[in-house]
């Protein structure tokens, strides 16, 4: 049977893959997000998004427990006015994005990063070979956003959602009343491209199809 790790602890993205009838288990990194920035240098959210997504799946993929399995990691990154917003962590900081966001648009970028740990050569006949892949891909999506007034926004942050969400908002839950429309995957705006996946999948000789329940 073909298992997949994925190597976040957001409950979003594990959602996603639930709902979309993928088995998975979880699996999370301990990757530093600003060191690898930091070691990297400056780089544009697209990129950044690939980066934080290759660095978190190859920090679960040198895991024992990932022995056998494919991991995929995934990151995103929010772009404002030529600016790459990750979390914003304090009130401070998420007040004073969304003021600018509000009746704007910015592009979420999320990075995909999938490392086959199978075995190439398995002695097991019955065993499907590894591919030995480690390919990345990021789904990008534009969101609009509805004209927002402080109060708005400072009941929003008070509930603490936007805190430790890229860009200071989610589509899947409270933050969904300011967005407008998304032209794009709206999958990547909640954090992982399911079609995205399946295309790294693809690569890695696996069918999305495998991972569904029997």
């Known amino acids: 049977m073909t298992r997949l790790i994925l190597a976040s602890q957001s409950p ?13 288990s979880v699996l999370v990194s301990d990757v530093d997000e600003d060191a690898v920035q930091a070691r990297y ?21 040198a895991l024992p427990e990932a022995e056998g399995a494919l991991v995929v990691g995934c990151d995103s990154v929010f772009e404002f006015s ?3 917003h990750g979390k914003p962590y304090t009130a401070a900081v998420a007040r004073e994005r969304m003021l600018r966001m509000s009746g704007n648009s910015g592009v979420l970028h999320t990075g995909h990063w999938l490392v086959d740990c199978r075995d190439t050569t398995p002695d097991d006949a019955t065993t499907a070979p590894g591919s030995g892949a480690t390919i990345g891909a990021v789904a990008s999506a534009e969101v609009h956003f509805m ?8 009941a929003y ?3 603490g959602e936007p805190l430790h969400c890229a860009g200071s908002f989610t589509i899947d839950g409270l933050g969904g009343a300011f967005i407008r429309k998304v032209d794009g995957d709206p999958h990547a705006v909640v954090g ?7 295309s790294l999948l693809a690569q890695a000789n696996v069918r999305i199809t495998e991972l569904w329940p029997a």
């Open 12 to 24: 979003a993205r594990t959602k996603l893959l639930a709902e979309a009838g993928i088995s998975h």
């Open 41 to 61: 240098g400056i780089t544009d959210p697209h990129d950044t998004a690939l980066l934080l997504a290759r660095a978190k799946a190859e920090a679960v993929a």
């Open 82 to 84: 030529g600016e790459a």
């Open 147 to 154: 004209a927002m007034d402080p109060e708005e926004i400072d």
């Open 157 to 159: 942050i008070a509930t």
């Open 192 to 198: 992982l491209s399911i079609s995205t996946l399946r």
